[in-house]
Every structure is written in C-alpha cells, then in structure tokens.
C-alpha cells in the first residue's frame, strides 16, 4: 500500500507559479509510474503530467514548456513545477501512483488561478 498526500496548491494569478508536492509513504525508488491529474469542475480528469523511475517524462500538451515534473527518490517525493499559470490550470491536482498494478491516489489540492 501506498499513502500519498499532496501539498502546494493554493490561490495564485494568471502568469504567477506554484509547486505542487506529493510525499509517499514508501520508498518510492522501485515504483516506475508516478505522475499528477486534474480535474477542473464539470471535467473528467486528466494526466498532466508522468514520470518513470529512470526519469522520462511525458506531459499534457496543455502544460509542455510550462510544467515541469520530477522526483526525488531520497525524500520519497514527486514535485509539479507549474510556471506562466492560466485560468484553465484551475483544477483539482491528484498525485497518482501506479504499483503492482494498483492505482493509488493522494486526496487532491486545489489550485485556482485568476485572471
């Protein structure tokens, strides 16, 4: 099992950043497919933005060249970067883990953005 509780989102303006965290409760060292969701009211969600234990990338192309993701296998985190913010970023932001194939999910942080 894997516990995971995110941290960083908050009230921001259009153009301003925020960094979204997620920590486990394990080691995360082993476990390939971590990544960060959305999902903006009346919206399904939806991947932002992935990222493998050697470290490869891959990210909605909504937020490529704006959100960068990465992880710190010491801390056991998984980190969002998110620059030049737009009113569509509004959403709820998941952390999601998938592990011997099971989906694990943080309870969510909301970020709004204004315009």
């Known amino acids: 099992q894997v516990q995971l509780v995110e941290s960083g989102g908050g009230l921001v303006q259009a153009g301003g950043s925020l960094r979204l965290s997620c920590a486990a409760s394990?080691?995360?060292?082993?476990?390939?497919?971590m990544g960060w969701y959305r999902q903006a009211p009346g919206k399904q969600r939806e991947l932002v933005a992935g990222?493998?234990?050697?470290?490869?990338?891959n990210y909605a192309d909504s937020v490529k060249g704006r959100f960068t993701i990465f992880r710190d296998n010491a801390k056991n985190t998984v980190s969002l970067q998110m620059n030049s913010l737009k009113p569509e970023d509004t959403a709820v932001y998941y952390c999601?883990?998938?592990?011997?194939?099971?989906?694990?999910w943080g309870k969510g942080t909301l970020v709004t953005v204004s315009s």
């Open positions: 999601h883990v998938y592990w011997f194939r099971r989906d694990y």
């Open positions: 394990r080691t995360i060292f082993s476990i390939n497919d």
């Open positions: 990222i493998t234990s050697d470290s490869s990338t």
